[in-house]
């Protein structure tokens, strides 16, 4: 789970950072955070908080539509007696009652559903622990709200001075946009004021030259932040950070007016674009594309695809279409960013013909990896694991550019008790190398399902079924898949 364990605190795992990293694998489950008071769980269906459900009084349904003032003290009352007597619902009681229409009770339930989750970033040193299960059906009410917007109301609602700075980073480091995608497009309904501070935010100026020059006030201007840094939409600066392209605040975050209709025509089109092109259609630019152009396209089309628009579709599997894409984005924008830094570099460099020496090195090298491969597989085959991984990795590191390598040595290492991380890199090497090779998603996916992470494995395999619609391997394994559901 990106390297945050299932069980621990919020102390040690921030609870947005726990939450972005179960909505980016799109696992299910329960997440409970437990305090000595009392215990809250979040019920997740493919990464999104679906329920909420909370053992603390004061979190109930009635309580919270009494203070909301949806119905008085005497309907709580009355209600109250008739909940003790008859054992229904109080929410089928109030309706039943006259005190609330079914419109109204439905919107208290997902009043009281957000209302658990954000008061869950107020806690420090609870404990956490996520299950992967099946969430219980009788408690399946769709929230339709994405990750981003419960953590961004959950941050905004915390007041502690102390623990907001103590979590900031100093005042003299520097904020920028962040150049992850998925992070920066996400749908979150920022209001004037975050808006206004971003355009502050142009990765020269520290954290403190912004509060000198927000018109709000320190702790507000502390406060949003605090927040854009825990959405992922600002990042600190690191060293020499990439450049990042010229892109105004509207044309990040502004909405992208288009029909349902359309946009799952497009998203149709789109899919099958991944199957017949090459990278430079799919991110729609021509081949004489510099960097600069490159990476522009690719935060556009991100922007457009990313995996949040589900939430306006009535597609079932609208999210694992867009899932693909967005994926299909980052294989080709980070292919070809190689290659135009690659051909800026000739430009610069100039070089000369590689010589017969290197020409002679290069194929000992790729015969001595060839030799060692073979090796490995050996190994493999007689059950020595780790002289296996030895020989792989090495015949790998002779000829980077073999994708049959990196993939044997993926094999090997799932091979090792705990060898799947490794094993899931080696492969997204190899897959980097051939991206439309069906094979390796295919590979992936049993990884992941290996490892437990379920519907990143369907991911795996519908990928592959795009790229070839009668691939046995990947049909065989999406059944598999449907059974351990």
Do not use: C
Request: avoid cysteine; proline fraction near 3%; glycine fraction near 6%.
């Amino acid at each position: 789970m990106n390297g945050i364990p299932f069980r621990g605190t919020l102390a040690e795992a921030r609870l947005s950072l726990l939450l972005i990293s179960l909505n980016r694998d799109q696992l299910t489950g329960t997440l409970e955070i437990r305090t000595p008071g009392f215990t809250k769980k979040i019920y997740l269906v493919k990464g999104d908080a679906i329920f909420a459900s909370s053992t603390n009084e004061d979190d109930r349904l009635g309580e919270m539509l009494l203070k909301v003032g949806k119905i008085t003290i005497e309907q709580f009352d009355t209600a109250a007696e008739k909940l003790e007597e008859s054992g229904n619902r109080l929410g089928a009681i109030l309706v039943e009652l006259g005190y609330l229409t079914p419109k109204e009770l439905f919107w208290g339930v997902k009043y009281q559903v957000r209302e658990i989750i954000y008061s869950l970033f107020q806690l420090h040193d609870a404990e956490y622990e996520f299950i992967e299960e099946a969430v219980p059906s009788d408690e399946v009410i769709t929230l339709k709200m994405t990750m981003g917007n419960l953590i961004y109301e959950g941050v905004r609602r915390i007041d502690n001075l102390t623990r907001i700075r103590r979590e900031m980073p100093s005042l003299t480091d520097i904020l920028v946009l962040s150049n992850d995608p998925l992070s920066l497009f996400q749908d979150i309904e920022l209001n004037s004021d975050d808006k206004k501070l971003l355009s502050l935010v142009d990765g020269r100026k520290t954290i403190k030259d912004i509060l000198d020059e927000s018109s709000a006030s320190s702790f507000e201007t502390m406060k949003i932040l605090y927040v854009l840094l825990y959405t992922g939409i600002l990042i600190k600066k690191e060293g020499e950070a990439e450049e990042s392209v010229s892109i105004t605040i509207d044309d990040l975050l502004g909405e992208i007016s288009e029909s349902e209709i359309a946009f799952e025509t497009r998203v149709e089109a789109f899919l099958k674009k991944i199957k017949l092109f090459d990278y430079y259609d799919i991110l729609e630019i021509e081949h004489n594309a510099d960097e600069n152009e490159v990476k522009k396209n690719y935060f556009r089309l991100a922007k457009e695809f990313h995996p949040d628009k589900y939430m306006n579709s009535e597609d079932p599997y609208m999210k694992d279409k867009l899932t693909t894409i967005f994926d299909a984005l980052a294989d080709a924008y980070n292919k070809l960013k190689v290659e135009t830094v690659d051909t800026e570099l000739q430009k610069d460099d100039n070089p000369s013909p590689q010589s017969p020496a290197a020409d002679e090195q290069l194929q000992k090298d790729e015969q001595d990896a060839a030799a060692v491969f073979q090796s490995g597989v050996t190994a493999l085959k007689k059950g020595d694991i780790r002289r296996a991984v030895e020989n792989l990795k090495q015949a790998a590191s002779l000829e980077v550019g073999n994708a049959r390598y990196w993939n044997n040595l993926a094999l090997a290492y799932t091979k090792l008790p705990d060898g799947l991380n490794s094993a899931e890199n080696a492969l997204q090497e190899a897959i980097s190398l051939e991206p439309d090779n069906a094979g390796f998603l295919v590979n992936l996916g049993l990884i992941y399902m290996k490892a437990g992470n379920l519907p990143r494995a369907g991911i795996q395999f519908n990928k592959a079924l795009i790229l070839e619609p009668e691939n046995k391997k990947a049909k065989k394994a999406l059944q598999d898949l449907e059974t351990k559901k």
